[in-house]
């Protein structure tokens, strides 16, 4: 239906109703905060190391964890969590990807992960929720820096790895602070430390308890300053993570040099998964080597890409796909099995249908049914659940809110 169209059914809609202007929704007010803490596993919170989490799940909504969606990377579920669609179908198909349109995009890459045009096969929920009359802030988000579908979120800044926490809670609050005319009605908050952490030291290491409780600490700022301004049981807060870490010690290396000629392709993508390009004149000798069966590695034709995982059918994704046994990375040698220059201790982007890939999913609000317990649901499904909290029209997705409205307390249903 065009835009048009749909207004001119609105309007309709309202006047049937007897009003003269569309009904103000119910719920449509109550502002969402969306905290991710990347890589956040979750079984993480049962350690102990994160008393502010661990209070708010008691009090509010905790469960099993989100089933990330597949490749289960940051940059392809960050996009999923605000789209409600599968990375085949946002277009974000990979943390690396290299299309002739558009050159190459990595996360390092400023001007690519700014660049509207990776991102507006889909539309993130600041946009929609922005044309419909919120105002939006993000305190970091993979797509937050571009201009999608022409619009940016109202209040954001460049994604800085180095700025502090306390800082970033703060300046959230301060947003939260601003007069009713330009307070933002969806709001995000975005703490990389415990991803880092998993992938320098592994997920069982102190290191990543230490930074599972530095973004404790920086959460227990955030709710003593909600509940400062009276905001805690005001406001609808979800806490979330990505996708989980697995171990993957330093002798489970795949190298695709000995199986392929590295001057005979381009490797677009290494690590849990690893996407493929054939040089041309090179397809079947390409194709033949991966595709026979390996120890710790299946590849596939990207047609082939068993259904269950929802990948292969976007052209973004090479035509050549392999996927590691979890605890195993693809590497070309072993310089390239790297997190920032150092190993790689853990790692994701495996199945996203195993345990460790599962990510944290904690909810508290006014919304939300307390002392609730979820079982374990897909992170596409979060987008509708935030669609229908800030009553704004859900963009067509993959999600779905009937499996996740038992969360949710009766009367906001
Ligand atoms: P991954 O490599 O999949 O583990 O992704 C985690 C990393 O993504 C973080 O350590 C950050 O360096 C990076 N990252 C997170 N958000 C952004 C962003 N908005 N822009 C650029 N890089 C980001
Ligand atoms: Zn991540
Ligand atoms: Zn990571």
Same mark, same amino acid.
């Given at each position: 239906?065009?835009?048009?169209? #749909?207004?001119a059914c609105l309007c309709l809609a309202a006047l049937a109703a007897g009003c003269a202007t569309p009904a103000a929704r119910p719920l $449509? !007010?109550?502002? @969402?905060?969306?905290?991710?803490?990347?890589?956040?596993r979750a079984d993480y919170l049962d350690r102990g190391y994160s008393p502010a989490l661990r209070s708010l799940a008691t009090e509010g909504v905790q469960?099993?964890?989100?089933?990330?969606s597949f490749p289960s990377l940051t940059f392809p579920n960050h996009y999923s969590l605000v789209t409600g669609r599968y990375p085949d179908h946002h277009g974000i198909v990979d943390n690396a990807m290299s299309v002739p349109a558009l050159g190459r995009f990595t996360l390092g890459n400023r001007a690519a992960v700014s660049d509207g045009r990776w991102w507006d096969q889909a539309e993130p929920i600041w946009v929609t929720a922005q044309r419909d009359g919120l105002k939006t802030a993000t305190m970091f988000w993979p797509g937050s820096e571009a201009s999608i579908h022409g619009r940016r979120p109202d209040y954001w800044l460049p994604y800085d790895g180095d700025m502090g926490y306390d800082a970033r809670v703060d300046h959230v609050?301060?947003?939260?602070?601003?007069?009713?005319?330009? *307070?933002?009605?969806?709001?995000?908050?975005?703490?990389?430390?415990?991803?880092?952490?998993?992938?320098?030291?592994g997920p069982d290491a102190p290191q990543t308890d230490a930074a599972i409780a530095q973004v404790d600490h920086a959460l $227990? *700022? +955030?709710? %003593? =300053?909600?509940? *400062? !301004?009276?905001?805690?049981?005001r406001l609808n807060l979800i806490v979330l993570a990505d996708h989980g870490m697995a171990a993957t010690p330093p002798?489970?290396?795949?190298?695709?040099?000995?199986?392929?000629?590295?001057?005979? %392709?381009q490797v677009v993508?290494? /690590?849990?998964?690893?996407?493929?390009?054939?040089?041309? /004149?090179?397809?079947?000798?390409? %194709?033949?080597?991966?595709?026979?069966?390996?120890?710790?590695?299946?590849?596939? #034709?990207?047609?082939?890409?068993p259904a269950r995982l929802h990948y292969g059918g976007n052209a973004r994704v090479?035509?050549?796909?392999?996927? %590691?046994?979890?605890?195993?990375?693809? &590497?070309?040698?072993?310089?390239?099995?790297?997190?920032? /220059?150092?190993?790689? !201790?853990?790692?994701?982007?495996?199945?996203?249908?195993?345990?460790?890939? #599962?990510? @944290?999913?904690?909810?508290?609000?006014?919304?939300?049914?307390? *002392?609730?317990?979820?079982?374990?649901?897909?992170?596409?499904?979060?987008?509708?659940?935030? &669609?229908?909290?800030? =009553?704004?029209? $859900?963009?067509?997705?993959? =999600?779905?809110? !009937?499996?996740?409205?038992?969360? +949710?307390?009766p009367a906001a249903r």
């Open positions: 239906m065009s835009n048009l169209l #749909r207004l $449509a !007010r109550t502002p @969402l905060l969306l905290v991710s803490i990347d890589g956040f469960g099993a964890g989100l089933q990330p609050l301060q947003w939260l602070d601003l007069p009713p005319a330009q *307070r933002p009605g969806f709001v995000t908050l975005y703490f990389e430390a415990v991803d880092s952490a998993g992938h320098y030291e $227990a *700022r +955030l709710i %003593a =300053g909600l509940k *400062r !301004r009276g905001l805690y049981d002798a489970q290396r795949i190298f695709l040099d000995d199986l392929i000629d590295p001057a005979h %392709a993508s290494t /690590g849990a998964i690893a996407g493929i390009i054939p040089a041309p /004149g090179h397809e079947a000798e390409i %194709a033949g080597a991966l595709l026979k069966p390996q120890p710790h590695m299946q590849c596939w #034709r990207k047609a082939d890409i090479p035509p050549l796909f392999c996927l %590691a046994q979890v605890g195993w990375l693809i &590497t070309h040698n072993q310089a390239t099995a790297l997190h920032h /220059g150092k190993p790689l !201790r853990g790692e994701h982007g495996f199945d996203n249908a195993d345990p460790t890939m #599962r990510a @944290l999913f904690v909810a508290h609000g006014p919304a939300f049914r307390p *002392r609730t317990w979820m079982p374990v649901f897909p992170n596409v499904d979060v987008y509708p659940l935030m &669609t229908h909290l800030l =009553g704004i029209p $859900a963009q067509p997705n993959d =999600g779905d809110y !009937r499996a996740v409205e038992g969360m +949710l307390e």
